[in-house]
């Protein structure tokens, strides 16, 4: 369901291509539902060309060597694509029954669908009055994360001024000493947080959660992420890119 995507250290000059086939067999041999997960070193072309191909549910043959991976599941070293392949009624089955809708109905929070890139539920429901979208991760432990959703929302107004408020003992000197345009002028608290806007919020099942805002150009594009626990609140701050 997620594609292919790729990876690539600082220094390296290939990609490795990484994708993971979530139903599949070995010839004519039994169907697997444990993932099988694919790499290969590729250059940037070849990387564009294999993400074309390997699209979302789509049944493919492939060469590959295989084995079983020392921390669990299985892994292999894609040695050839060799094209899409319809003829297994099987796996085209399997493809069409992962494409249908998957979801979980919370009677605080609504209706959650799954996504399976991601392997987490998802809804739009209201934070403190405005709009995100809220994210249960892993769907095998999703009822585990929406406990942590309910401990943050019966306190909402608290626990969202507790994440502004570490935004700005984390950020705000960094935002002044190393992110300030030319003709920029120091930023206050209050001007800081005006323009952080809260996207989304991802919560996990042993407690922690993940508060994810657009930066509003503070950081030239970067999200700000907040992150924490209910046992100790905000605990990181971070602005990946």
Known sequence: PGGAGGGRGGGEEFWTLLFKLVAWRIG?????????????????????HMQTLLVPYAVVRVQARVGESAYGGYQGLLEQYMGADDADAEL??????????????????????????VDWFSAEVVWDGQP????????????????????????QR???QRIREYAVEQLLELK????????E?????????????????????????????????????????????????????????
């Open 185 to 241: 002028e120091e930023l206050t608290a209050l001007a800081f947080l005006e323009r952080m806007q809260l996207e989304s919020i991802t919560v996990h099942s042993d407690g922690t959660f993940d508060f994810w805002h657009d930066d509003g150009d503070l950081f030239w594009g970067h999200t700000i992420q907040i992150s924490g626990n209910l046992a100790e609140g905000p605990t990181l701050a971070d602005i990946p890119g």
């Open 176 to 183: 002044n000493d190393s992110w300030l345009d030319d003709d």
């Open 158 to 160: 608290v626990w969202a």
């Open 28 to 48: 004519d041999g039994s169907l697997q539902t444990e993932p099988l997960r694919l790499s290969r070193k590729v250059t940037d072309e070849e990387l564009r």
């Open 92 to 117: 085209n089955d399997y493809a069409q029954q992962l494409q249908q809708p998957v979801t979980l109905d919370d009677p605080l929070l609504g209706t959650f669908t799954l996504d399976r890139r």
């Open 132 to 155: 995100v979208r809220l994210n249960l991760s892993e769907s095998a432990s999703a009822q585990a994360a929406l406990q942590t959703a309910h401990a943050l929302w019966q306190d």
